[in-house]
């Protein structure tokens, strides 16, 4: 149904893409339009009725007459629909925020209404019973499926090791290699506690920061797709502004079309600060990393440490063992003195004896 010319501005004006419903399968959405366009609500004082109109260029995608028995349906946070039985469809809109869909159907709900009022006088001003409506409520088209939300474009500190190096000059005891030897498992069991809790901050950080750049990738796209369409949208307010005889309608899409620019421009502005943050984190993650390169080598100087003791440890205990073989044997060369001494003492012993009973026997 094409246009009707007419005079009246519009009483609301916002962006959406427009969708209508696959008129095969009633499930699937068709787009109607490449991109957001206006969307408006007019008054029709000659009809006394309210419509919704929107246009891509200069073709109507909708062309839709409020009556009091239609319902705008919120399927999703960004998504709406309504039917119309008239031009046997139904229509869904997609918007960029949530706050613009409530709008819309506060709007609707408001019209509505007012359509209810406008068709209750005029048939309290006829006094003549009203003809079946074209419109009844089941006539209303619904989506067998409740629609999924066409996808759209969103604007939206280390610890310090006290470094001990053994005497070479002086041997230390056995007792204090087994000390040394014992704070150097602590020493390592605690530096590879410390390497286990940076490898898992390793891949977490590695995880964020595979997860930054293709964020970064992806909003570089969009900040070069928004900058093309601010230079369409820039080109499209020339164009108009050229025309000499413009319509309400082509008014009121310069002016939304400004407005988008603003959004765009604005939205460029923050993305951009969101870059900058991304890049110092970038530069604290790699921060990070060298810390964690730092304590792996404080780790392997703090391992071969700890061979170096095992090998001090062992050659001591070897050497105490040899020791403490020769003091048995030097016991045991001890004891057999002591016998032979013993033997010798006691021979002596039965010496004097024999010696004094021969002088008493002399005497």
Known sequence: ????????????????????????????????????VTVSYFYDSTRNVYRIISLDGTKAIINSTIS????????S???????????????GLGFSTEHHLAKFAEKFAEYKEAARLAKEKSQEKMEMATSPSQESPGGE?????????PPMENINGTDEICDTTPNSD???????????FAHSPAMTKHWEAELEA????????????????????????????????AERLHKRVTELECQSNQTPVIKSQKTELNQTIEELETTLRDKEEEMEKLKEE???????????????????????????LEEQLAGAE???????????NFRKSLRTLLELLDGKIFELTELRDTLARLIEEAS
Do not use: C
């Open 1 to 36: 149904m094409g246009l009707r010319e007419s005079s009246t501005q519009p009483i609301y004006s916002t962006r959406a893409h427009v969708f209508q419903i696959d008129p095969n399968t009633k499930k699937n959405w068709l787009p109607t339009s490449k991109h957001a």
């Open 68 to 75: 009091p028995n239609m319902t705008f349906t919120k399927t």
């Open 77 to 91: 946070q960004k998504f709406g629909q309504w039917a119309d039985s008239r031009a046997n469809t139904v229509y």
């Open 141 to 149: 088209l619904s989506s067998p499926l409740t629609p999924v939300t």
């Open 170 to 180: 002086a041997l230390p005891g056995p007792a204090q290699n087994a000390l040394a």
């Open 198 to 229: 940076l490898k898992g901050n390793n891949a977490k950080l590695t995880a964020a920061l595979l997860e930054s750049t293709a964020n970064v990738k992806q909003w570089k796209q969009q900040l070069a797709a928004y900058q093309e369409e």
């Open 282 to 308: 970038l530069e604290n993650m790699n921060d990070l990393m060298e810390q964690k390169d730092t304590l792996t080598q404080k780790l392997e100087e703090t391992e071969l440490r700890g061979r170096v």
């Open 318 to 328: 070897q050497r105490l063992e040899e020791n403490q073989e020769e003091q048995e």
